[in-house]
Antibody, heavy 123, light 108 residues
Framework: DVQLVQSGAEVKKPGESLKLSCKGS????????ITWVRQMPGKGLEWMGI????????RYSPSFQGQVTISVDKSINTAYVQWSSLKASDTAVYYC????????????????WGQGTMVTVSS | EIVMTQSPATLSVSPGERATLSCRAS??????LAWYQQKPGQPPRLLIY???TRATGIPARFSGSGSGTEFTLTISSLQSEDSAIYYC??????????FGQGTKLEIK
């Protein structure tokens, strides 16, 4: 089965660092773009950024540029999103999602989604 | 950045009837438009891509139409399990590939 499995829920304090993971299986990991999406409590979906595991090419939403870092480790089929200094406003569920088609073209919808990781930032 | 605006915010429809959800883009999204369904506590599920192509396993009662700046998701013969929030997303111009704010579909 094709799937993305995300790391577990996190509870952090403001100012702490965090790295979330998203492990792909059942497909050629390096051939499919991975997107990260934020969903704040009771709110809609926000596109954070995207990475192509084949060459680690990355693009960020202007709203998230400089706030998070997206990376990948091809050797273990895992994508990451990380923060160096969390804020209370980072409290949300974070999803990773795989593009529908394996292609270097970034224009595509996401058909495989991770289960989501809940991040709570509170003092 | 393309702004996606969905209407209505909430829609209440009886079982067996048809629901029509709209999505408008602030500039052309061509046919690079997807629709997702999200139920509470679950990740989004891809319904439609390329504005009108159903994703794998999606029932034929879900259909998409439109191009450019105006798009529609139609759900014919509504069933109770269709109660969810529906999001459109453009993937024509990046970054970002923006989502609409969602339409909550309630089954009466």
């Amino acid at each position: 089965d094709v799937q993305l499995v995300q790391s577990g829920a996190e509870v952090k304090k403001p100012g702490e660092s965090l790295k979330l993971s998203c492990k792909g299986s059942g497909y050629t990991f390096t051939s499919y773009w991975i997107t990260w999406v934020r969903q704040m409590p009771g709110k809609g979906l926000e596109w954070m950024g995207i990475i192509y595991p084949g060459d680690s090419g990355t693009r960020y939403s202007p709203s998230f540029q400089g706030q998070v870092t997206i990376s990948v480790d091809k050797s273990i089929n895992t994508a990451y999103v990380q923060w160096s200094s969390l804020k209370a406003s980072d409290t949300a569920v974070y999803y990773c999602a795989r593009h529908r088609a394996g292609s270097t073209r970034p224009n595509d919808a996401s058909d495989i989604w991770g289960q989501g990781t809940m991040v709570t930032v509170s003092s | 950045e393309i702004v996606m605006t969905q209407s209505p915010a909430t829609l209440s429809v009886s079982p067996g009837e048809r629901a029509t959800l709209s999505c408008r883009a602030s500039q052309s999204a061509s046919s690079n438009l997807a629709w997702y369904q999200q139920k509470p506590g679950q990740p989004p599920r891809l319904l439609i891509y390329g504005a009108f192509t159903r994703a794998t396993g999606i029932p034929a009662r879900f259909s998409g139409s439109g191009s450019g700046t105006e798009f529609t998701l139609t759900i014919s013969s509504l069933q109770s399990e269709d109660s969810a929030i529906y999001y459109c997303q453009q993937y024509n111009i990046w970054p970002p590939y923006t989502f609409g704010q969602g339409t909550k579909l309630e089954i009466k």
